[in-house]
Structures are given as structure tokens and as C-alpha cells.
């Protein structure tokens, strides 16, 4: 495997990456390899990053959020003890935390795993890819909420998917 403009043998980007190595070593390399260009593995790579992110960001953004919240009898819960604050501040944030990596991990695997079918069905590997990916992605997450939602859903993933693929698609400047 090698990336465009790298220059072959320079950190494991191109020429004989196998040199040196056994042909078990070899045929271990060749199966991670085509596991890596696989959809589902694509699909799942991306689920469970998505999963791990979405977790992390959910918890800084549940502990950024407190404010005194009342809690269900109405007495606000800086009025309760110290370690029942705390309590309740954890099962909180790792709700929230856990609600966020669900959410990550499935756009991030129904994402993933739609543009890696395009693109296998395409055979080409271009914007109009993540364009079409993030329309059925937006499409799909919208649909619970009507057809309104569901193509506004397609709208702001597809344009937000070109954006974001035409930005990491321009050359450097270097």
C-alpha cells in the first residue's frame, strides 16, 4: 500500500513493506491489510471510535453542565450531602457520557460503513461519495421524525460531508 506523494521506503508509506519478513509474517501483513479495506471492519472501526469519542466528549460536556440542577422531590441538590452530590453528579455524567458514545458510535459506523458500499458500488473513490454517504446517513437518522426531518437530515450531512471531504481532499501547501 502506498500514499500519493510518499516517497517509497520513508516510514512504512511505500515500496517493499514486507522485506525482511517471514511468509507467515508476510500473509499476517496481507490479512490485516485486506481486513482494513473491508467494509464491515471499516464500519466497525469507525462505530467503535465513534463510541470511544462520543464517551469522552459526553463526559466533559456532562461535567461542564451543572448549575444546580433540582433534583426529583424538589429540593435543589446543593442542599443534599457532600457524598450524595457526588454521587449523583458521577451516575449523571456517565449517563450522559454513555447516551453521547451511543450516539457517536452509530453516526459513525452507519457513516462509514454507507460510503465504503458507495464507494465499492462506484468503484471510484471521490466527494460525490461522502455527498451521497452523508445524505443517507442524515436521511436515515431523520426518518423517526418524518420526512421533513429526514430531509433536512440529508441536507446538513451531505453538505456538511462535502465540506468537510473537500477540505481534507486540498493539496497541501507545501
Keep these: 500500500m502506498s500514499f500519493p506523494g ?8 511505500g515500496g517493499n513493506q514486507t522485506a525482511g519478513m517471514s511468509e507467515q509474517e508476510q500473509a499476517m ?4 491489510q485486506a481486513g482494513m479495506e473491508s467494509c464491515p471492519v471499516k464500519t466497525v472501526i469507525a462505530g467503535g471510535m465513534g463510541f470511544a469519542l462520543g464517551g469522552a ?21 446543593s442542599h443534599l450531602p457532600w457524598r450524595e452530590q457526588v454521587r449523583r453528579g458521577f451516575k449523571d455524567m456517565g449517563s450522559r457520557s454513555f447516551s453521547s458514545a451511543k450516539n457517536f458510535g452509530i453516526v459513525g459506523a452507519l457513516y462509514s460503513g454507507t460510503e465504503c458500499c458507495i464507494e465499492g458500488l462506484r468503484a471510484k473513490n471521490d466527494l460525490t ?13 431523520g426518518a423517526k421524525a418524518g420526512p ?20 481534507m481532499r486540498m493539496p497541501s501547501d507545501e
Design 129 to 141: 461519495n461522502s455527498v451521497a454517504a452523508g445524505c443517507l446517513t442524515g436521511g436515515i437518522l
Design 29 to 32: 501483513v496481507k490479512m490485516m
Design 57 to 77: 466528549f459526553g463526559l466533559f460536556m456532562a461535567s461542564m453542565s451543572y448549575d444546580s440542577p433540582l433534583t426529583p422531590q424538589g429540593r435543589e441538590i
Design 148 to 167: 421533513q426531518a429526514a430531509a433536512f437530515g440529508c441536507a446538513g450531512f451531505a453538505a456538511f460531508s462535502a465540506a468537510i471531504d473537500a477540505y
Design 6 to 13: 510518499a516517497t517509497p521506503g520513508m516510514g512504512g508509506l
